[in-house]
Each structure stands twice: as C-alpha cells, then as structure tokens.
Nanobody, 121 residues
C-alpha cells in the first residue's frame, strides 16, 4: 500500500505564509503527477496545483502568483509554498498522487488525510 501524509497546516493571518509538505511512503516504484487539492466548508474539492514527474506545473487561477508547488523525487515529497494568504484560502488541503507500485502495475491514485489551513486575523 501507499500512504500520503501531509503536514504544515495551521492558523495564519491574512498576508502571511505557510508551507505544506506531503510525503509518500510504502510500496512505490514511481510517482507521476503530484497535486494539492483543497476543500472549503460547503464547497467542492478543487485542484490548487499540480506538478508532473517531468514537465510544467499547473495552478488554479485563484492562486497563481501566490502559491508555488515543487517536489523532491528522491524523497517522494511534494511541497506547496503559500504566500500572501487570503481568508478565502481557508480550507482543508489534500495531497494527491498518481503512483505506480511496480513496473507491471497500472497507475493508482492516492489521497492524504488532509491538513487544515485557516487564514484569519
């Protein structure tokens, strides 16, 4: 099995910064795309940012210029640097990864348990 564990959430004032981390562990041969999603109360889960194993990153329009996604393939870790945070960024942030557990196995998708980010004064 594969586990994704997020960390780094918390309470921050508007205009502040937070850095989220997500570590993938378990039976992993390779990881394709790694993503961050978020879900605010009463809203659907939405894609925030994604980073493929090779290629360009992708961001939701609402976070472009403020958030930066990056990954460390050697550590099976993805990060989300969040700057200039706004109240509307308040949500539970989830890590998501497309994982191949062995060369012969199809890609499977996994979610972390989520980490709360609250932007409030």
């Amino acid at each position: 099995q594969v586990q994704l564990v997020e960390s780094g959430g918390g309470l921050v004032q508007p205009g502040g910064s937070l850095r989220l981390s997500c570590v993938a562990s378990g039976s992993i041969f390779s990881i394709n795309t790694m993503d961050w999603y978020r879900q605010a109360p009463g809203k659907e889960r939405e894609l925030v940012a994604s980073v493929p194993s090779i290629g360009f990153t992708n961001y939701a329009d609402s976070v472009k210029g403020r958030f930066t996604i990056s990954r460390d393939n050697a550590k099976n870790t993805v990060y989300l640097q969040m700057n200039s945070l706004k109240r509307e960024d308040t949500a539970v942030y989830y890590c998501h990864a497309a994982v191949r557990r062995t060369p012969a196995v199809i890609i499977e998708y996994y979610w972390g348990q989520g980490t709360q980010v609250t932007v409030s004064s």
